[in-house]
């Protein structure tokens, strides 16, 4: 059977050229394509599709909160996140979410369509150049952004992105007062005291683009 997929990614260029390689593969066709998280959501509910492959930084709305709320609507959608970033804490944050792949952008063609059959098949999909890193990683020290919970974890990278309380409630679908109360738990959790704080904290630890 053909594997449908919705493909997102706000690089024109980088989309285009994955989805041509990924339809002259038989067995695999791209059914949509979009340019950020609102519109991720809107072709999943609208295509159902096999495979969902996205990007994790896209403009409106990130890749982690496209992922709290597909899965909130769709339980049983399989998502593979394509990146550039084999940073620990970002494959940690997609995994809590949800994903059930994660594969660098720099991975080779027949790697990317492995990983699209693997995780249509409901395999879990962290290919090895990821996860011999993040075991290593693991092995010499904890994430910061392990004390948090996925909540929690959302509201961070939102943070960082430089969201106001108020947009992140929005994003998030949430209260400001529970926006501000997860903040509130992020910087005595994590010892910081300000946004600008959690900011720096995230550019050191490789987590800004």
Not at 141 to 148: D, R
């Given at each position: 059977?053909?594997?449908?997929?919705v493909?997102?990614?706000?690089?024109v260029?980088?989309?285009?050229g994955?989805?041509?390689?990924?339809?002259?593969?038989?067995?695999?066709?791209?059914?949509?394509e979009?340019?950020?998280?609102?519109?991720?959501?809107?072709?999943?509910?609208?295509?159902?599709?096999?495979?969902?492959?996205?990007?994790?930084?896209?403009?409106?709305?990130?890749?982690?909160?496209a992922?709290?709320?597909?899965?909130?609507?769709r339980?049983?959608?399989?998502?593979?996140?394509l990146?550039?970033?084999?940073?620990?804490?970002y494959i940690?944050?997609m995994?809590?979410?949800?994903?059930?792949?994660?594969?660098?952008?720099?991975?080779?063609?027949?790697?990317?369509?492995?990983a699209?059959?693997?995780?249509?098949?409901?395999?879990?999909?962290?290919?090895?150049?990821?996860t011999?890193?993040l075991?290593?990683?693991?092995?010499?020290?904890?994430?910061?952004?392990?004390?948090?919970?996925?909540?929690?974890?959302?509201?961070f990278?939102?943070?960082?992105?430089?969201?106001?309380?108020?947009?992140i409630?929005?994003l998030?679908?949430?209260?400001?007062?529970?926006?501000?109360?997860?903040r509130?738990?992020?910087?005595?959790?994590?010892?910081?005291?300000?946004?600008?704080?959690?900011?720096?904290?995230?550019?050191?630890?490789?987590?800004?683009?």
């Amino acid at each position: 059977m053909t594997i449908r997929v919705v493909l997102a990614d706000d690089h024109v260029l980088m989309r285009q050229g994955v989805s041509q390689m990924l339809n002259a593969n038989p067995n695999i066709s791209v059914v949509g394509e979009c340019d950020d998280g609102v519109e991720l959501i809107a072709a999943v509910l609208k295509l159902s599709p096999d495979v969902i492959l996205m990007d994790i930084s896209m403009p409106r709305m990130s890749g982690l909160v496209a992922i709290d709320k597909i899965l909130s609507q769709r339980r049983d959608a399989k998502i593979l996140v394509l990146s550039m970033h084999n940073e620990v804490e970002y494959i940690e944050a997609m995994r809590d979410a949800g994903a059930k792949g994660y594969i660098l952008k720099e991975s080779s063609g027949d790697s990317l369509v492995d990983a699209i059959k693997k995780v249509a098949a409901n395999k879990t999909c962290f290919p090895d150049e990821i996860t011999k890193p993040l075991d290593e990683q693991c092995q010499k020290h904890i994430s910061p952004l392990s004390v948090l919970t996925r909540r929690e974890r959302e509201v961070f990278f939102l943070v960082a992105a430089g969201n106001t309380s108020k947009k992140i409630a929005e994003l998030l679908d949430m209260s400001l007062k529970t926006a501000e109360n997860h903040r509130s738990n992020i910087y005595k959790k994590l010892n910081l005291s300000s946004s600008a704080e959690l900011i720096r904290m995230a550019g050191k630890a490789g987590l800004l683009e």
